[in-house]
């Protein structure tokens, strides 16, 4: 038996998926870039619980991370990641996602920040928050009108961060147009494979859960914290 053959029989009994290989060697060209925005004391699993699932696929998405002014940025875990200058972002990139953390608590007030949140939210095809993220995203007036959600046990600060937002008490993620909002830390993961359903269908996100081993809840109208 022919060995490609072989090496493709193996590869279906095995239950591989495509989102763990690489279609080309030249592929990274023709990916959508994902900017991922930090600050100091950003929080952990709302950045790199997305970067674990986006990051898988390769062959459609390239990640980069960004801060205000650039060079390594460090969270109250000792997690620190080297960025490049906002500034410096691709015109308009397929995505922006912005992380919570405690660090929102400094950043609501930093107007250069929400300045440049505001014009790169609104030249990216998709902008997703996680946790308290949505604060500063709902603080440059982009989610005026819109429905959205985060973190259910900050809910009362973010909510009086964004006045004219329709906030979701419930909701485990939120999508209105292409603002996505999701709750507290996990949910960014729920929110990112939510994200891939919608672009490239119910199974496909299923799969991505499937290969990191992850109970994704699928229902994003429903979350088990609620804000009181």
């Avoid at 898988?56 to 109250?76: A, C, M, Q, V, W």
């Avoid at 620190?80 to 500034?87: D, N, P």
């Avoid at 440059?140 to 964004?162: H, I």
Wanted: aromatic share 10%; hydrophobic share 40%; with cysteine.
């Amino acid at each position: 038996m022919p060995r490609l053959l072989i090496a493709v029989l193996v590869l279906m009994a095995s239950g591989s998926s495509f989102a763990q290989e690489e279609k080309s060697g030249d592929s990274k060209s023709n990916t959508m870039e994902i900017a991922f925005l930090l600050f100091d004391n950003y929080e952990t699993l709302d950045v790199f619980g997305p970067v674990e699932i986006f990051g898988r696929l390769r062959d459609l998405y390239t990640l980069k991370f960004y801060s205000l002014d650039g060079g390594p940025i460090e969270n109250r875990h000792g997690v620190s990641v080297l960025t490049e200058k906002l500034e410096t972002a691709s015109a308009s990139p397929y995505m922006l996602l912005i992380p919570g953390g405690m660090g929102t608590r400094k950043e609501i007030d930093n107007k250069m920040l929400i300045g440049q949140i505001k014009g790169i939210a609104d030249a990216s095809s998709y902008v997703l928050t996680v946790c308290t993220g949505s604060a500063l995203l709902a603080r440059s007036g982009l989610l005026d009108g819109r429905q959205a959600t985060s973190n259910k046990r900050a809910f009362s600060w973010v909510e009086s961060m964004g006045p004219n937002v329709v906030w979701d008490k419930k909701a485990r993620w939120k999508v209105d147009d292409k603002y996505y909002t999701s709750s507290g830390v996990s949910a960014g993961m729920d929110m990112a494979l939510g994200f891939l359903a919608d672009r490239h269908g119910i199974e496909f996100a299923r799969n991505v859960a499937f290969e990191i081993e992850y109970n994704w809840m699928e229902d994003k109208d429903n979350d088990s914290f609620i804000a009181e």
